[in-house]
């Protein structure tokens, strides 16, 4: 199944993953982790892009944010891919590309999808064996939702902040969501949206969506095949 077209509508929250080209390392050192989140925090400021969640893994970097604009992130990501390329070419002697073509994303459903997608890109560092707790792992936005620590990266969203009344209620309750792990059919729900720009959400929010950027966000039923593409020797 092709990817849809990728849509922006302003206002609503996006998961979004860029990877490394062929999968190789796009961060070595602590040193590069910093300088994406610095250029990120700037190329986000610059073209009104909340970031809500983020972890940075050592060939891919997945985040959860809000456009103001139509095009905020297509530009937010470009802005920081290219500043952080020549960086990180300069740092390792290097030339040529570091991302793996376009970034991914799709649209999230904030009833009912969000804290998942959150949790998600936050239990990345545990589900590929680098940490056994996400708050081992210090590239990542958990520390800011379940302890507070304070980065200029972070823009909390309404239904984080929701969970609590007061900071220290709102932080207990979410370390309290990750007691048990996402289940599978969530996991494959989430990958399958971003991998193929599908809506994640029910099929109001997917209606919705089709409606406000009018264009189709649902995969075309395939045809039954011709008999002659079934005919051996045609």
Request: charged share 25%.
């Amino acid at each position: 199944m092709p990817r849809l077209p990728r849509i922006c509508p302003p206002g609503i929250p996006q998961h979004i993953i860029q990877r490394g080209n062929n999968r190789q390392p796009c961060f070595v050192a602590a040193k590069d982790f910093a300088a994406y989140a610095r250029w990120l925090h700037d190329s986000s400021c610059k073209y009104d892009v909340a970031i809500h969640a983020w972890v940075f893994m050592t060939n891919h970097v997945h985040l959860l944010a809000t456009p103001r604009t139509e095009d905020g992130v297509s530009r937010m990501m470009q802005c920081v891919g290219r500043q952080y390329v020549r960086h990180f070419n300069r740092a390792y002697g290097r030339t040529g590309t570091l991302w793996e073509g376009r970034f991914k994303s799709s649209v999230v459903d904030e009833e009912g999808y969000l804290l998942a997608c959150q949790r998600y890109i936050e239990l990345n560092p545990v589900r590929a064996g680098m940490a056994g707790d996400p708050a081992d792992y210090r590239w990542s936005s958990y520390h800011a939702h379940a302890f507070g620590t304070m980065t200029k990266l972070w823009s909390p969203h309404d239904v984080y902040l929701s969970l609590g009344a007061t900071d220290c209620s709102r932080r207990a309750c979410y370390r309290e969501l990750f007691r048990e792990q996402l289940g599978q059919p969530v996991l494959d729900r989430i990958r399958t949206s971003v991998n193929k720009n599908l809506p994640l959400g029910s099929d109001r929010f997917t209606v919705r969506m089709e409606r406000m950027t009018g264009q189709r966000l649902t995969p075309a039923k395939r045809g039954p095949k011709s008999k002659m593409a079934c005919t051996p020797g045609i």
